[in-house]
Structure formats: structure tokens, C-alpha cells
């Protein structure tokens, strides 16, 4: 065995894996076996220091080797075809058929610059600038396609090469009129909807843990283990504000349906309720003789915006009245640490998962268990769909279970995240599902087919909180580098007005 082949199978990987492939093998390898998961488990953290040296260097191994052959072979490629522009007309084809646009782009333009006549370069260059919002580009394309099609019959369309067969363009043959080459459709595949990402915030000191919007979709604010929560303006994501009172780490936000008030869950213990417009804590909730013994998780709002529900490591739930602020009730029952809660679309049942591999659905005004679902795993994260008719939830086993509240058929399962899911959000009108895992991925999934619509790559860090905007066509993340991005739907971003 070389020892290229013995690093390969040090990846988990058949020899030959792309430099992709290499590099997700890596960080799921590498955060596996990283010597920090074993602070608690010393026996194992000599073998997890050793294993991790051998990933790391097979994977340095692998991918300076990967990258002199990429190297060479583009360099061969680009003796082989450096006149010929059906070449990169092809490759630009089958950049866009994969997303990769910029890509695509540049192949285009390369055909374009070979031969200034080639019109379906720039009939699909065209479209996918039209497609990435490139407007002004977009139109000069279209100028050019019809000034091409005015021509004489002598252009790119009157020579067709052996390359340039019909099963390979996806753009029908040119008319001669300009009202006839504007109503012609772009390839399929450049109808989907593009998720971009718009803005990366590095203002925090610690990991993000928590992301909330307010219903408005005015403003959003986060929460980090640095102890502080930050207000920022949705528009422009200006800080506005910095929110300081807790004595420990930030795990959970949550907004109050008016979006006037802000609750905040820590590791000190306590829940905090905060006037968003003062940045001043109207109430605590809890202390050092009463609430939570343990970590406050979660937390979230009643419907009516006057009881606040709190999950906590302690195993327990509680009720909280504001007008009073007091507490109103504690549930019991739980087996272990409490990690997530969310509050039915009818306001009268929230949902709560935890480590005990059990999601309960009970009444928030009496504690009344309504439901309890059966898992294989921990759970990290629930939620409910904007109609109320299903339930999903993601945690230790690496898949999403979608459960149907109105029958008592099995969930439908999504399988797509290589660690622990740890986030969920919905789109306001229901129809996609964002989730967010330990691998530093997001994917949107079709809730009704269970396809997944775009896979979003982060820095390898955790996802650890999701969020949509009131209007669908925002996603904001955080992660445990620190960071918050701000991902949009580009078909939205030219209407978008704040």
C-alpha cells in the first residue's frame, strides 16, 4: 500500500476522492477526534491526540497532492484549448448546472473573447447575469445577442461544430427578431431560487449561540457565550445597541410577540426581559434562592405575550407570569437536560426536547402532557411549522424528523447533515425548512417533497441558531466562530425595502 493510499484510508476515503471530498472528510474526522472533546474523558484523550495528528497530516498529505495535479491538468488544459471556444462554452454549461456561477461566468467570457461572434455564449451569459442580478451586464448581453441576430447569416449560428449539438445547449436555436429572442426562457436549472450570502458580522467575543428577528423584521439581535446581546438594524446591520446584565454565557433569545420586549435565557441561572426600545431589564426571572437551579436553555414567549416558558439543564420547565413576574408553575418529569422549546402556532402547546430522547407537547397554561414522540437520539432542536400541522425536530443522529400532528404516521425523515442538527427555523409561509448542523452546514429543504433546495457552507464552525425573516426572504445564522451571516434570496434582494 503507497503511502497516498494509506492516507486515504486514514480519511475514511476510497483512493482517487476529490480535493472536496478530502476536505469534508477531514473536518468530520478532525472534529471527532479533536483532543478538546475529551477534556471530560481523559482515559481517551492520548489516543484522540494521536488519531488527530494522523488526520491532520494525511489530510495536508492529500491535499498538496491534489493541488499539483489540478494544477498540472489546468495547465494542459490550457495549451489543449486555448483557442477553442466551444471548450469553455461546454465547461461554463456545466459550471452553471452545478451552481457554480462565477464559474460559469468566467467560461463564457473566455468563449466570448476567442471568438467576439459566438452568440450562445452570450445568449447564456445573459441569462445567468440577469439571474445573479448583474442587470446592467445582463442587458448589454441581450444588446449583443440581438445586434448577432440582425447580422448576416454568416455568425456563430451559420458554422455549427460537431461540439455544439443540440443535446448540449440549453438555449433553443436564435430567431431573427428581438421580441422572439426576449421571450425565450433560460435554462431550467437557472429558474432556482440562488441563496447568497449578503454579510458576515463579527462583533461578538465569544460564540453566537442565539439569533431572534423581530416580527416586524425591523431589527434582529444575538446572544453570545461573551455575555452580552447585541441589537442590530436589519437594513444595514448596524450595531444599535448592547445589551449587558447577565453573568454568564447567553444560550437562548426570544421575542415577544408585539416585538417590545426581548427574552433572554443564561447560563447564570436567570431569565431576563428587556425593553428592546431602552435596552433597559425590565424583570428577572430566578436567582440565587429561586428559578432555575442549572443552565437556562431556552425560552420562549406565550401567544398572548404574557407567559414566558423556560427550559433548563435542571430538568425542568417553567412558566413565568410578566405582569406579575412571577412563577406560575414548574414541570417535572423530565429525564434529563432540557435544550430546546417552541410554542405552538395556536399559543396553547409548546414542544421542549432534550438529551432524554423524548419530545413532550404540553398545555403552556396547565403543564398537561398533550403528546410525547418517541426519538433515537438527544434532541437539540424542535419547531413548529407557521400552520401548526407538523412538528420537526434534529439532534444527536445527524437526521430531521418532520411529524404530522394531525395523524399518527411515521415522521418523514431528511438525511443530508454529516453531525448533530442544531438549529431548525421555517419560512414564514411554511414552505421551506432551514437546518443548521455541528458541520457548519445549512441546507433549505422543500417541506412538501422533502428535497433539499440549496446546501449553504459556513467556515466548517457550528451552526448554532437560525432565523427567518417576518418576509421569507432573509436567513440569518450564527455560529460558534463568532460570526452572523446574512444569507438572501436573490430574486428578493433589488424589492427588498426595510
Known amino acids: 500500500m503507497s503511502n497516498l493510499d494509506l492516507d486515504y484510508e486514514i480519511l475514511e476515503l476510497k483512493p482517487g476522492a476529490s480535493l472536496e471530498e478530502i476536505k469534508v472528510a477531514y473536518r468530520k474526522l478532525a472534529k471527532i477526534w479533536?483532543?478538546?472533546?475529551?477534556?471530560?474523558?481523559?482515559?481517551?484523550?492520548?489516543?484522540?491526540?494521536?488519531?488527530?495528528?494522523?488526520?491532520?497530516?494525511?489530510?495536508?498529505?492529500?491535499?498538496?497532492?491534489?493541488?499539483?495535479?489540478?494544477?498540472?491538468?489546468?495547465?494542459?488544459?490550457?495549451?489543449?484549448?486555448?483557442?477553442?471556444?466551444?471548450?469553455?462554452?461546454?465547461?461554463?454549461?456545466?459550471?452553471?448546472?452545478?451552481e457554480a456561477y462565477e464559474d460559469a461566468l468566467a467560461d463564457f467570457s473566455r468563449a466570448i473573447r476567442i471568438d467576439p461572434d459566438y452568440l450562445k455564449a452570450y445568449q447564456y451569459r445573459a441569462f445567468l447575469n440577469e439571474k445573479l442580478g448583474y442587470e446592467n451586464r445582463a442587458k448589454s448581453d441581450f444588446d449583443k445577442v440581438a445586434a448577432l441576430t440582425d447580422k448576416s447569416p454568416k455568425t456563430r449560428e451559420s458554422k455549427p461544430s460537431p461540439s455544439q449539438s443540440s443535446t448540449r445547449s440549453p438555449i433553443s436555436e436564435s430567431s431573427s427578431s428581438t421580441e422572439s429572442r426576449v421571450s425565450q426562457s433560460?435554462?431550467?436549472?437557472?429558474?432556482?431560487?440562488?441563496?447568497?450570502?449578503?454579510?458576515?458580522?463579527k462583533k461578538h467575543r465569544g460564540k453566537v449561540n442565539a439569533i431572534a428577528i423581530d416580527p416586524k423584521g425591523k431589527f434582529f439581535v444575538s446572544g453570545s457565550s461573551d455575555k452580552t446581546i447585541k441589537l442590530?438594524?436589519?437594513?444595514?446591520?448596524?450595531?444599535?445597541?448592547?445589551?449587558?446584565?447577565?453573568?454568564?454565557?447567553?444560550?437562548?433569545?426570544?421575542?415577544?410577540?408585539?416585538?417590545?420586549?426581548?427574552?433572554?435565557a443564561s447560563s447564570d441561572r436567570t431569565i431576563k426581559l428587556w425593553d428592546c426600545k431602552k435596552g433597559k431589564v425590565i424583570c428577572t426571572f430566578g436567582g440565587m434562592f429561586s428559578g432555575h437551579s442549572d443552565v437556562v436553555s431556552c425560552v420562549t414567549f406565550s401567544r398572548d405575550g404574557r407567559t414566558i416558558a423556560s427550559g433548563s439543564?435542571?430538568?425542568?420547565?417553567?412558566?413565568?407570569?410578566?405582569?406579575?413576574?412571577?412563577?406560575?408553575?414548574?414541570?417535572?418529569?423530565?429525564?434529563?437536560?432540557?435544550?430546546?422549546?417552541?410554542?405552538?402556532?395556536?399559543?396553547?402547546?409548546?414542544?421542549?426536547?432534550?438529551?432524554?430522547?423524548?419530545?413532550?407537547?404540553?398545555?403552556?397554561?396547565?403543564?398537561?402532557?398533550?403528546?410525547?414522540?418517541?426519538?433515537?437520539?438527544?434532541?437539540?432542536?424542535?419547531?413548529?411549522?407557521?400552520?401548526?400541522?407538523?412538528?420537526?425536530?434534529?439532534?444527536?443522529?445527524?437526521?430531521?424528523?418532520?411529524?404530522?400532528?394531525?395523524?399518527?404516521?411515521?415522521?418523514?425523515?431528511?438525511?443530508?447533515?454529516?453531525?448533530?442538527?442544531?438549529?431548525?427555523?421555517?419560512?414564514?409561509?411554511?414552505?421551506?425548512?432551514?437546518?443548521?448542523?455541528?458541520?457548519?452546514?445549512?441546507?433549505?429543504?422543500?417541506?412538501?417533497?422533502?428535497?433539499?433546495?440549496?446546501?449553504?457552507?459556513?467556515?466548517?464552525?457550528d451552526i448554532l441558531s437560525l432565523a427567518f425573516h417576518p418576509r421569507g426572504k432573509i436567513l440569518i445564522s450564527s455560529s460558534a466562530n463568532k460570526t452572523i451571516r446574512v444569507w438572501q434570496s436573490l430574486q428578493s434582494m433589488k424589492n427588498y425595502q426595510s
Request: charged share 25%; glycine share 8%.
Open 34 to 98: 479533536h483532543p478538546d472533546r475529551f477534556i471530560d474523558a481523559p482515559q481517551y484523550q492520548q489516543e484522540a491526540t494521536e488519531k488527530f495528528r494522523q488526520i491532520k497530516e494525511a489530510y495536508e498529505r492529500l491535499r498538496t497532492n491534489r493541488l499539483k495535479l489540478k494544477q498540472a491538468n489546468h495547465e494542459t488544459e490550457i495549451k489543449t484549448h486555448s483557442t477553442n471556444p466551444e471548450f469553455y462554452y461546454n465547461r461554463g454549461i456545466e459550471n452553471a448546472e452545478i
Open 186 to 201: 433560460p435554462p431550467a436549472h437557472l429558474n432556482k431560487t440562488i441563496w447568497q450570502q449578503t454579510n458576515i458580522i
Open 232 to 264: 442590530w438594524t436589519m437594513r444595514s446591520n448596524q450595531l444599535l445597541r448592547i445589551f449587558k446584565g447577565h453573568s454568564g454565557e447567553i444560550h437562548n433569545l426570544a421575542m415577544s410577540p408585539d416585538g417590545e420586549m426581548l427574552a433572554s
Open 313 to 461: 439543564w435542571d430538568r425542568t420547565v417553567k412558566l413565568w407570569d410578566i405582569q406579575t413576574k412571577k412563577e406560575i408553575d414548574t414541570l417535572k418529569g423530565y429525564g434529563e437536560k432540557i435544550y430546546s422549546l417552541s410554542l405552538h402556532p395556536n399559543g396553547r402547546i409548546f414542544a421542549s426536547g432534550g438529551l432524554d430522547t423524548n419530545v413532550r407537547l404540553r398545555q403552556i397554561q396547565t403543564g398537561k402532557l398533550v403528546r410525547s414522540l418517541k426519538m433515537n437520539s438527544a434532541i437539540l432542536t424542535v419547531a413548529f411549522s407557521p400552520d401548526g400541522r407538523l412538528l420537526v425536530t434534529g439532534g444527536y443522529d445527524c437526521t430531521i424528523r418532520l411529524w404530522s400532528l394531525e395523524t399518527k404516521e411515521e415522521p418523514l425523515i431528511l438525511l443530508g447533515h454529516g453531525d448533530r442538527i442544531s438549529s431548525l427555523a421555517f419560512s414564514p409561509d411554511g414552505k421551506i425548512l432551514a437546518s443548521g448542523s455541528w458541520n457548519g452546514i445549512i441546507i433549505l429543504w422543500n417541506v412538501k417533497t422533502g428535497e433539499k433546495i440549496v446546501k449553504l457552507k459556513e467556515d466548517s464552525a
